[in-house]
Protein backbone atom coordinates (compact mmCIF):
# COMPACT_ATOMS: atom_id res chain seq x y z
CA UNK A 1 0.00 0.00 0.00
CA UNK A 2 2.00 2.93 -1.11
CA UNK A 3 1.87 6.25 0.87
CA UNK A 4 2.69 9.89 -0.52
CA UNK A 5 3.78 12.67 1.52
CA UNK A 6 3.58 16.06 0.89
CA UNK A 7 4.18 19.53 3.73
CA UNK A 8 2.42 22.42 3.96
CA UNK A 9 4.26 25.27 3.92
CA UNK A 10 1.83 28.54 4.21
CA UNK A 11 0.08 29.04 7.88
CA UNK A 12 -2.84 31.54 7.29
CA UNK A 13 -2.85 33.95 4.80
CA UNK A 14 -4.79 36.53 4.19
CA UNK A 15 -5.29 38.98 1.34
CA UNK A 16 -8.25 41.47 -0.47
CA UNK A 17 -10.08 40.76 -3.00
CA UNK A 18 -12.69 42.72 -4.85
CA UNK A 19 -14.56 44.54 -2.96
CA UNK A 20 -14.41 43.68 0.86
CA UNK A 21 -14.09 39.94 0.31
CA UNK A 22 -10.87 38.48 1.33
CA UNK A 23 -8.86 35.31 -0.01
CA UNK A 24 -7.96 33.27 2.13
CA UNK A 25 -5.22 30.53 2.59
CA UNK A 26 -5.15 27.91 5.59
CA UNK A 27 -2.34 25.31 6.64
CA UNK A 28 -4.97 22.94 8.36
CA UNK A 29 -2.25 21.70 10.11
CA UNK A 30 -1.24 24.47 11.96
CA UNK A 31 -4.60 26.77 11.86
CA UNK A 32 -6.98 24.75 14.18
CA UNK A 33 -7.82 27.50 16.71
CA UNK A 34 -7.47 25.14 19.31
CA UNK A 35 -4.24 24.31 18.50
CA UNK A 36 -2.59 27.90 18.52
CA UNK A 37 0.58 29.23 20.91
CA UNK A 38 1.32 25.82 21.24
CA UNK A 39 5.53 25.20 21.16
CA UNK A 40 5.56 21.30 19.66
CA UNK A 41 5.66 21.14 16.07
CA UNK A 42 3.83 17.65 15.76
CA UNK A 43 0.76 17.66 17.68
CA UNK A 44 -2.48 15.18 17.83
CA UNK A 45 -5.37 16.33 18.78
CA UNK A 46 -8.45 14.26 18.50
CA UNK A 47 -11.69 15.63 18.80
CA UNK A 48 -15.44 14.16 18.09
CA UNK A 49 -16.95 18.12 17.89
CA UNK A 50 -16.48 19.92 15.11
CA UNK A 51 -12.72 21.87 15.17
CA UNK A 52 -12.72 25.56 13.74
CA UNK A 53 -10.21 26.54 11.91
CA UNK A 54 -8.40 30.36 11.04
CA UNK A 55 -10.26 32.05 14.02
CA UNK A 56 -13.39 30.57 12.90
CA UNK A 57 -13.13 31.10 9.13
CA UNK A 58 -13.94 27.73 8.11
CA UNK A 59 -15.13 24.98 10.43
CA UNK A 60 -14.25 20.97 9.95
CA UNK A 61 -16.58 18.07 11.44
CA UNK A 62 -16.74 14.15 10.65
CA UNK A 63 -19.09 11.37 10.16
CA UNK A 64 -19.10 7.91 9.24
CA UNK A 65 -21.17 5.36 8.57
CA UNK A 66 -20.44 1.00 8.40
CA UNK A 67 -23.11 -1.05 7.33
CA UNK A 68 -26.10 2.02 8.84
CA UNK A 69 -24.48 1.81 11.70
CA UNK A 70 -22.90 5.31 13.26
CA UNK A 71 -19.81 4.81 14.69
CA UNK A 72 -17.33 6.91 16.61
CA UNK A 73 -15.74 9.37 14.72
CA UNK A 74 -13.15 12.11 15.84
CA UNK A 75 -11.31 14.06 13.90
CA UNK A 76 -7.20 14.29 13.81
CA UNK A 77 -5.40 17.04 13.24
CA UNK A 78 -1.60 17.32 13.67
CA UNK A 79 0.24 20.27 12.99
CA UNK A 80 2.64 17.83 10.82
CA UNK A 81 0.01 16.91 8.72
CA UNK A 82 -3.04 18.19 8.73
CA UNK A 83 -6.56 16.88 9.38
CA UNK A 84 -7.72 13.12 8.88
CA UNK A 85 -10.32 11.18 10.45
CA UNK A 86 -10.05 8.02 12.99
CA UNK A 87 -13.07 5.86 13.38
CA UNK A 88 -11.41 2.57 14.23
CA UNK A 89 -13.04 1.31 11.09
CA UNK A 90 -9.90 -0.24 10.24
CA UNK A 91 -9.13 -1.13 13.96
CA UNK A 92 -6.20 1.53 14.20
CA UNK A 93 -4.88 2.78 17.75
CA UNK A 94 -5.81 6.35 18.61
CA UNK A 95 -1.81 7.32 18.45
CA UNK A 96 -1.43 5.65 14.82
CA UNK A 97 -1.93 8.55 12.03
CA UNK A 98 -5.21 7.80 10.12
CA UNK A 99 -6.93 8.76 6.68
CA UNK A 100 -10.05 9.60 5.59
CA UNK A 101 -10.47 6.23 3.56
CA UNK A 102 -13.29 3.62 3.96
CA UNK A 103 -17.01 5.12 4.62
CA UNK A 104 -15.61 8.58 6.39
CA UNK A 105 -16.30 11.59 5.51
CA UNK A 106 -14.63 14.99 6.15
CA UNK A 107 -17.24 18.11 5.83
CA UNK A 108 -16.29 21.90 6.04
CA UNK A 109 -18.37 24.50 6.62
CA UNK A 110 -17.78 28.28 5.75
CA UNK A 111 -18.44 31.19 7.68
CA UNK A 112 -20.02 33.00 5.29
CA UNK A 113 -20.37 32.11 1.62
CA UNK A 114 -17.30 31.53 -0.46
CA UNK A 115 -15.79 31.42 -3.91
CA UNK A 116 -12.78 30.09 -5.82
CA UNK A 117 -12.47 27.29 -3.31
CA UNK A 118 -9.36 24.70 -3.34
CA UNK A 119 -7.66 21.78 -1.41
CA UNK A 120 -4.28 20.40 -0.55
CA UNK A 121 -3.42 17.33 0.13
CA UNK A 122 -0.56 15.80 2.03
CA UNK A 123 -0.51 12.12 1.95
CA UNK A 124 -2.72 9.52 0.33
CA UNK A 125 -2.81 6.19 -0.02
CA UNK A 126 -4.01 3.11 -2.63
CA UNK A 127 -6.27 0.68 -1.17
CA UNK A 128 -8.41 -0.02 -3.88
CA UNK A 129 -4.73 -1.46 -5.51
CA UNK A 130 -4.99 0.55 -8.80
CA UNK A 131 -2.37 2.54 -10.28
CA UNK A 132 -3.71 6.00 -8.41
CA UNK A 133 -3.38 6.94 -4.96
CA UNK A 134 -6.24 9.53 -3.00
CA UNK A 135 -9.01 8.58 -5.11
CA UNK A 136 -12.02 10.97 -4.03
CA UNK A 137 -15.57 12.24 -4.64
CA UNK A 138 -16.09 16.15 -3.80
CA UNK A 139 -19.15 17.67 -3.32
CA UNK A 140 -20.16 21.10 -3.28
CA UNK A 141 -23.04 22.69 -1.22
CA UNK A 142 -24.48 26.39 -1.64
CA UNK A 143 -25.11 28.40 1.66
CA UNK A 144 -28.81 26.92 1.41
CA UNK A 145 -27.25 23.21 1.37
CA UNK A 146 -28.08 22.56 -1.79
CA UNK A 147 -25.60 19.94 -3.94
CA UNK A 148 -24.41 22.19 -6.41
CA UNK A 149 -21.66 19.50 -8.10
CA UNK A 150 -20.02 16.08 -7.53
CA UNK A 151 -16.57 15.55 -9.17
CA UNK A 152 -14.30 12.35 -8.97
CA UNK A 153 -10.44 13.40 -8.24
CA UNK A 154 -7.30 11.56 -7.84
CA UNK A 155 -3.81 12.37 -7.18
CA UNK A 156 -2.31 14.67 -4.03
CA UNK A 157 0.22 17.09 -6.03
CA UNK A 158 -0.42 20.71 -6.13
CA UNK A 159 -3.22 22.23 -5.12
CA UNK A 160 -6.81 20.90 -6.66
CA UNK A 161 -9.48 23.46 -7.80
CA UNK A 162 -13.13 22.26 -6.53
CA UNK A 163 -15.62 24.57 -8.73
CA UNK A 164 -16.56 21.41 -10.66
CA UNK A 165 -17.32 23.65 -14.02
CA UNK A 166 -19.19 25.98 -11.93
CA UNK A 167 -18.92 29.17 -12.74
CA UNK A 168 -16.00 31.19 -10.16
CA UNK A 169 -18.81 33.41 -8.56
CA UNK A 170 -20.50 30.50 -7.50
CA UNK A 171 -21.74 30.83 -3.71
CA UNK A 172 -20.52 27.73 -1.61
CA UNK A 173 -21.49 26.79 1.46
CA UNK A 174 -19.84 23.84 2.69
CA UNK A 175 -17.70 20.90 1.09
CA UNK A 176 -17.58 17.17 1.79
CA UNK A 177 -14.76 14.67 0.53
CA UNK A 178 -15.49 11.60 0.59
CA UNK A 179 -12.82 8.33 -0.50
CA UNK A 180 -13.32 6.58 -3.55
CA UNK A 181 -11.55 3.70 -2.64
CA UNK A 182 -8.57 5.35 -1.53
CA UNK A 183 -7.28 7.35 1.61
CA UNK A 184 -5.67 11.11 2.15
CA UNK A 185 -5.33 13.69 4.24
CA UNK A 186 -6.01 17.31 3.99
CA UNK A 187 -3.17 19.79 4.86
CA UNK A 188 -5.06 23.63 3.08
CA UNK A 189 -7.59 25.02 2.02
CA UNK A 190 -7.81 28.17 0.15
CA UNK A 191 -10.87 30.28 -0.49
CA UNK A 192 -12.25 33.80 -0.78
CA UNK A 193 -14.93 34.74 1.83
CA UNK A 194 -17.93 36.93 0.46
CA UNK A 195 -18.29 40.55 2.40
CA UNK A 196 -21.24 40.53 5.14
CA UNK A 197 -24.21 41.60 3.89
CA UNK A 198 -25.06 45.01 5.16
CA UNK A 199 -27.77 45.86 6.94
CA UNK A 200 -29.95 49.14 6.28
CA UNK A 201 -30.92 51.16 9.56
CA UNK A 202 -34.03 52.22 9.93
CA UNK A 203 -35.35 55.34 10.41
CA UNK A 204 -35.84 57.05 13.75
CA UNK A 205 -38.88 57.03 14.98
CA UNK A 206 -40.72 60.31 15.52
CA UNK A 207 -40.88 60.79 19.52
CA UNK A 208 -44.32 59.51 20.90
CA UNK A 209 -45.89 62.26 23.58
CA UNK A 210 -47.51 65.35 23.62
CA UNK A 211 -45.98 68.46 21.81
CA UNK A 212 -44.79 70.91 24.45
CA UNK A 213 -46.05 74.18 23.87
CA UNK A 214 -43.87 77.25 22.45
CA UNK A 215 -44.15 79.91 25.16
CA UNK A 216 -44.44 83.48 23.18
CA UNK A 217 -41.59 86.13 22.80
CA UNK A 218 -42.29 89.11 25.27
CA UNK A 219 -41.56 92.26 22.77
CA UNK A 220 -38.90 94.47 24.42
CA UNK A 221 -39.45 97.42 26.81
CA UNK A 222 -39.27 100.10 24.01
CA UNK A 223 -42.27 98.44 21.71
CA UNK A 224 -44.79 100.33 23.10
CA UNK A 225 -42.70 103.82 22.85
CA UNK A 226 -42.38 103.12 19.25
CA UNK A 227 -46.14 102.34 18.46
CA UNK A 228 -46.72 105.47 20.69
CA UNK A 229 -44.41 107.70 18.50
CA UNK A 230 -46.21 105.51 15.15
CA UNK A 231 -49.44 106.94 16.39
CA UNK A 232 -48.32 110.51 16.79
CA UNK A 233 -46.74 110.92 13.54
CA UNK A 234 -49.99 109.36 12.09
CA UNK A 235 -52.45 111.90 13.61
CA UNK A 236 -50.18 114.50 12.37
CA UNK A 237 -50.20 113.52 9.05
CA UNK A 238 -53.76 113.70 8.88
CA UNK A 239 -54.15 117.05 10.54
CA UNK A 240 -51.99 118.09 7.97
CA UNK A 241 -53.93 117.02 4.99
CA UNK A 242 -57.21 118.07 6.92
CA UNK A 243 -55.80 121.96 7.00
CA UNK A 244 -54.04 121.79 3.11
CA UNK A 245 -58.03 120.73 1.45
CA UNK A 246 -60.12 123.63 4.06
CA UNK A 247 -61.49 127.01 1.74
CA UNK A 248 -59.46 130.16 2.62
CA UNK A 249 -61.79 132.54 5.00
Known amino acids: MPIRRLFAVAIVALAPFGAGAVTVSLD???????????PVFEVTFNSGAPISFGGG????????????????????VRTIDGVSIN???RGQPSNQADFVDTTEF??????????MVSVGFSAASNFNGNNTVGDR???????????????????????????????LDTMIGSLILRPNGDGF??????????????????DPEPPVGPVPE?????????????LAALAGLGLLSRRSRSRGGADPA
Open 214 to 226: VAPVPLPAAAPLL
Open 137 to 167: IVELFSPQGTLLSRVAQTGIGGVFNLGGGLP
Open 57 to 76: LVTASAFATDGGRVVDTRLR
Open 106 to 115: LRFDFARPAT
Open 28 to 38: LGRSADLLQNL
Open 185 to 202: RVSSLGFTLQPEPVTAQP
Open 87 to 89: SGL
